[in-house]
């Protein structure tokens, strides 16, 4: 069964670190904040200025004047911080956050990754995404392995518009979770019940498959 | 205007000397902590092919986005600008230019603008099409664009409290480009909730020295919020 967006957020949680500080980009990866272990202090960074934050205020607490890089009014954690966005991306950029996790269109075999244009449809902008990507060594991205129609995301050339070039290194899907290295895929795990076979047919990129392919623990 | 004190008082004496073809950097994200009343102004004032430099363009009626339907904005440089429909057809349309700028590219402009720091290079966009017509340089090993710093003949802001003098503390994420907006004006003009006599803000809790602004008005604000979210009472 592919995983569903909860599971995602779910294994992509695994990854986190006691004192991380971490970047979620919109839709599954900000699910990821429910799933942080137990016991673990992981603290958020918003760049439009927020380190450290917290839950959705309750109607009371709602404040205009606090919102998140979405846009959503929210609230903050114990011991936030409040900066600017020079400053923001100052951190995002000279590499401080741990961990960033993000949305795609499309990954390919060197990393490259197109998430934030589809010429002549969705002109939206990148927004931080290009900061995000270039200024993390530890990057997870998330999205669905195939589109609706079943064409695979995972490319040997990015068909779009690039947010970032060979920065991309590790891809969590509903099908699989997958290294980049030396301009190949590399099959570490797949979802439970999902078989080899299945996600080969869907990764149009070249991708490598060990004798034994783990299914993903939770 | 005497010495130091930099409150005017009315929104006409605030915007003055704002004329056609103008360039305008803004404060805001999305719809937090932007300088609509000074915005509402723009509108009144009817001034036309400005170029604006904002993170967002606001919403259909809201925003930067209420200077759209007169096609006030002759170009926008910002990030993001998903929000609002009348700003894709103006866009798609061929009458509004778009220079789509990361977030953080766009921080550092501003900053930079207001720094006397003609550009830098980044890391940010290479091998993109914001990488496109932009100088190539190496440094230890990676690839990094040369990006131009901007300056407006006009930058508008919003603050929470300022005293006279212009010494300006933000609130909460309302803070977000508006230090860096406040720098890079010729003639910064900022918006606040209460102003308050020299000598009552710390020193220490100033966010951003008077040096940098020119005309300050005391405003109310509607602080329209754009994703209402929220969990139940008692969780």
């Given at each position: 069964m592919?995983?569903?967006r909860d599971?995602?957020?779910?294994?992509?949680?695994?990854?986190l670190?006691?004192g991380?500080y971490?970047?979620?980009g919109?839709?599954?990866p900000?699910?990821?904040?429910?799933?942080?272990?137990?016991?673990?202090e992981?603290?958020?960074?918003?760049?439009n200025g927020?380190?450290?934050m917290?839950?959705f205020?309750t109607?009371?607490?709602?404040?205009a004047d606090?919102i998140?890089?979405g846009?959503?009014?929210?609230?903050?954690a114990t011991?936030a911080s409040?900066?600017?966005?020079?400053?923001?991306?100052?951190?995002?950029r000279?590499?401080?956050v741990?961990?960033?996790?993000?949305?795609a269109?499309e990954?390919?075999?060197?990393?490259n990754?197109?998430?934030?244009?589809i010429?002549?449809k969705l002109i939206?902008?990148?927004?931080g995404a290009?900061d995000?990507?270039a200024?993390?060594?530890?990057?997870?991205?998330?999205?669905?392995?195939?589109?609706?129609h079943?064409?695979?995301?995972l490319?040997?050339n990015?068909?779009?518009?690039?947010t970032?070039?060979?920065?991309i290194k590790k891809?969590?899907t509903?099908?699989?979770?997958?290294?980049?290295k030396?301009?190949?895929f590399h099959?570490?795990e797949?979802?439970?019940?999902v078989?080899?076979?299945?996600?080969?047919k869907?990764?149009?990129g070249e991708?490598v498959?060990?004798?034994?392919?783990?299914?993903?623990?939770? | 205007?005497?010495?130091f004190?930099?409150?005017?008082?009315?929104?006409?004496?605030?915007?003055a000397?704002l004329t056609?073809?103008?360039?305008?950097?803004?404060?805001?994200?999305?719809?937090?902590?932007?300088?609509e009343?000074?915005?509402?102004?723009?509108?009144?004032?009817?001034?036309?092919?400005?170029?604006?430099?904002s993170?967002n363009?606001?919403v259909?009626?809201?925003?930067?986005?209420i200077?759209?339907?007169?096609r006030?904005?002759?170009?926008?440089?910002?990030?993001y600008v998903g929000?609002?429909a009348e700003f894709?057809?103006?866009?798609?349309?061929?009458?509004?230019?778009?220079?789509?700028?990361p977030?953080?590219?766009?921080?550092?402009?501003?900053?930079?603008?207001g720094?006397?720091?003609p550009a830098?290079?980044?890391?940010?966009?290479?091998?993109?099409?914001?990488?496109?017509?932009?100088?190539?340089?190496?440094?230890?090993?990676?690839?990094?664009?040369?990006?131009?710093?901007i300056?407006?003949?006009?930058a508008?802001?919003?603050?929470?409290?300022?005293d006279?003098f212009?010494?300006l503390v933000?609130?909460k994420?309302?803070?977000?480009?508006?230090p860096?907006?406040a720098t890079?004006?010729?003639?910064?003009?900022?918006?606040?909730?209460?102003?308050?006599?020299p000598?009552e803000?710390?020193?220490?809790e100033i966010?951003t020295p008077?040096?940098?602004?020119?005309?300050?008005?005391?405003?109310t604000f509607?602080?329209r919020?754009?994703?209402?979210?929220?969990?139940?009472?008692?969780?």
């Open positions: 592919a995983l569903s599971q995602i957020a779910q294994r992509v949680a695994l990854e670190q006691d991380y971490v970047n979620l919109i839709g599954i900000t699910l990821v904040a429910n799933f942080v272990p137990d016991g673990m992981v603290m958020l960074q918003s760049e927020l380190l450290g917290g839950q205020p109607e009371a607490e709602i404040d606090l998140n890089a846009k959503q009014t929210v609230t903050m011991g409040i900066f600017d966005s020079a400053e923001s991306f100052a951190m995002i000279g590499g401080h741990d961990l960033t996790v993000l949305g269109f990954v390919d075999v060197n990393g990754i197109a998430s934030y244009m010429p002549g939206k902008g990148m927004g290009m995000l990507v200024g993390a060594d530890n990057i997870i991205v998330t999205m669905t392995h195939a589109s609706k079943g064409e695979s995301k490319l040997t990015c068909s779009l518009p690039l970032g070039k060979g920065c891809v969590l509903d099908l699989a979770f997958i290294e980049i030396a301009g190949k099959l570490l797949r979802a439970p019940g078989s080899v076979e299945e996600i080969v869907l990764t149009a991708l498959v060990p004798e034994h392919v783990p299914e993903m623990q939770f | 205007m005497a010495g004190n930099k409150v005017v008082n009315s929104y006409e004496e605030a915007m000397g056609d073809n103008m360039t305008i950097i803004s404060g805001g994200f999305g719809l937090c902590g932007i300088p009343n000074l915005i509402s102004e723009i509108k009144r004032k009817g001034c036309k092919g400005l170029t604006l430099v993170n363009c606001g259909d009626d809201f925003g930067l986005g200077l759209l339907p007169d006030q904005i002759q170009k926008i440089v910002a990030s929000e609002n894709e057809r103006q866009m798609m349309s061929g009458e509004l230019a778009v220079e789509l700028t977030q953080g590219t766009l921080a550092e402009k501003m900053r930079a603008g720094a006397g720091i830098f290079y980044t890391a940010t966009g290479v091998g993109t099409p914001v990488a496109e017509g932009k100088d190539v340089r190496q440094f230890n090993g990676r690839e990094y664009i040369l990006e131009e710093s300056t407006g003949d006009f508008i802001v919003k603050a929470w409290k300022a006279k212009g010494n933000f609130r994420t309302a803070r977000n480009f508006n860096m907006a890079a004006g010729k003639i910064t003009v900022v918006e606040v909730e209460e102003i308050v006599e000598g803000l710390d020193p220490d966010h008077g040096i940098y602004v020119n005309r300050l008005i005391k405003g509607e602080k919020i754009e994703q209402r979210t929220t969990r139940p009472a008692g969780e």
